[in-house]
């Protein structure tokens, strides 16, 4: 297991390293294992890499970020770097995964259309039977390519590039969200800049000034579009990553809450009970 230092601070990870004993196939930033029969991860972790997974049949449960999918035929589900997970998966399930890096990521990443906030939101994307023979077409293109003696980088990224664009088109047909953040480019901004300050900067006036609206505004097209205020959007988020901390590292409650940018352990407990109703440590202890 690795440590990734963050604002001084350790937070455990798995690496994909780590999965490399258990490769079908392989290169330095990108591992192609087949998913077959009976798989538990009973303890949540999260990962430094990215992954998607394509199941052909399956049947289970699979928990991403606190948050319950059941598992069935011709399924996508993608994992991004940080994001907390476990599954059950039943004996009859077929399935491929493929786990890149982050750096052999950014060469393809452009071609998931959407904001990676909106494919964290969704994680699985179930498939048409056309869309799943394309992608089945590319996963074995992917793996063929890896088991070739000499197997060339461009062309395995051009590959994982169809394969974003396949399960973007997918999505677009499926979560209206997508659609929503698609047509309010201010909106769309808004969930990014969420995602790079949502620790030190926790109100609505500090995001309305770097999109150039006033908090009201911003306010008003969160509730009209999203059907939330811009201080939900804000607090989910921090929520989440206070769950993901809570459940995957060993940080004390102290070192979360100062993680997260809170002034004192009080306040973030506060915070915490009120939006889920459990205490960090209950939180923790499930």
């Known amino acids: 297991m690795t ?39 009973d303890r949540p972790h999260k990962h430094d890499f990215f992954i998607i997974n394509l199941f052909e049949r399956a049947q289970g449960v699979h928990t991403i970020d606190f948050r319950d999918y059941p598992i069935g035929d011709r399924q996508i589900h993608i994992l991004f770097p940080g994001q907390v997970h476990r599954w059950d998966i039943g004996p009859e399930t077929i399935g491929y995964q493929l786990m890149i890096d982050r750096i052999f990521f950014e ?25 799943f023979k ?8 992917i793996r063929d390519e890896l088991s070739a003696a000499n ?15 396949i399960v973007s088109k997918e999505a677009e ?18 969930n990014t800049l969420i995602e790079q300050h949502y620790k030190e900067e926790k109100s609505v006036s500090f995001y309305a000034s770097k999109l150039n609206v006033s908090a009201n505004y911003l306010n008003i ?19 989440l990553e206070a769950k993901r901390l ?18 004192d352990h009080a306040y973030f407990s506060n915070f ?9 440590t209950g939180f923790r202890e499930k």
């Open 134 to 141: 394309l992608l089945k077409y590319e996963f074995d293109a």
């Open 107 to 131: 060469r393809f990443a452009p071609y998931f259309r959407f904001s990676i906030a909106n494919y964290m939101n969704h994680p699985l994307i179930p498939c048409t039977e056309s869309s």
């Open 151 to 165: 197997s060339l980088k461009d062309l395995i990224s051009a590959r994982a590039a169809v394969i974003a664009a």
């Open 221 to 239: 097209l969160c509730k009209r579009h999203l059907n939330v205020p811009a201080t939900e959007l804000i607090r989910q988020r921090v929520l």
């Open 246 to 263: 809570l459940q995957s590292t060993d940080l004390s409650i102290k070192e979360i809450a100062f993680e997260l940018g809170f002034v």
């Open 3 to 41: 440590r990734q230092q963050g604002s001084n601070v350790y937070v455990p990870l798995i690496g994909i390293q780590e999965f490399r004993k258990d490769q079908l196939v392989g290169r330095d930033e990108l591992l192609f294992n087949e998913l077959l029969g009976v798989k538990h991860i």
């Open 272 to 280: 915490f009970k009120s939006q889920t109703g459990a205490t960090p």
């Open 173 to 190: 047909n499926l979560f209206d969200d997508f659609k929503v953040y698609l047509s309010n480019p201010r909106l769309a901004k808004f």
